[in-house]
């Protein structure tokens, strides 16, 4: 789950709540942003997503070999 720090229509406390009745869920807060992170924080909103992708697509290759969503990624990726 991904929050703006200052946003007041689905406050970050409220993101916590539901984090903590979520298995294995991922919390994060972007500061200096509000409800449209992805605008008001558009790279640290990409990278944040990146980062879940990568970690999803790794995990997948895991359960999925012969689908290898990483294989995109280059040769020594943290990620691989």
Same mark, same amino acid.
């Given at each position: 789950?991904?929050?703006?720090?200052?946003?007041?229509?689905?406050?970050?406390?409220?993101?916590?709540?539901?984090?903590?009745?979520?298995?294995?869920?991922?919390?994060?807060?972007?500061?200096?942003?509000?409800?449209?992170?992805?605008?008001?924080?558009?790279e640290l909103f990409t990278e944040?997503?990146?980062?879940?992708?990568?970690?999803?697509? *790794? $995990? /997948?290759? +895991?359960? @999925? #070999?012969? *689908? $290898? /969503?990483? +294989?995109? @990624? #280059?040769?020594?990726?943290?990620? +691989?």
């Amino acid at each position: 789950l991904v929050f703006g720090e200052h946003d007041s229509l689905t406050r970050p406390d409220l993101g916590e709540q539901m984090a903590a009745r979520i298995k294995d869920c991922e919390f994060k807060i972007i500061p200096k942003s509000g409800h449209l992170i992805n605008l008001e924080q558009s790279e640290l909103f990409t990278e944040t997503m990146l980062e879940f992708l990568l970690k999803i697509a *790794v $995990r /997948l290759d +895991r359960y @999925l #070999p012969g *689908v $290898r /969503l990483t +294989r995109w @990624l #280059p040769s020594g990726s943290q990620h +691989r």
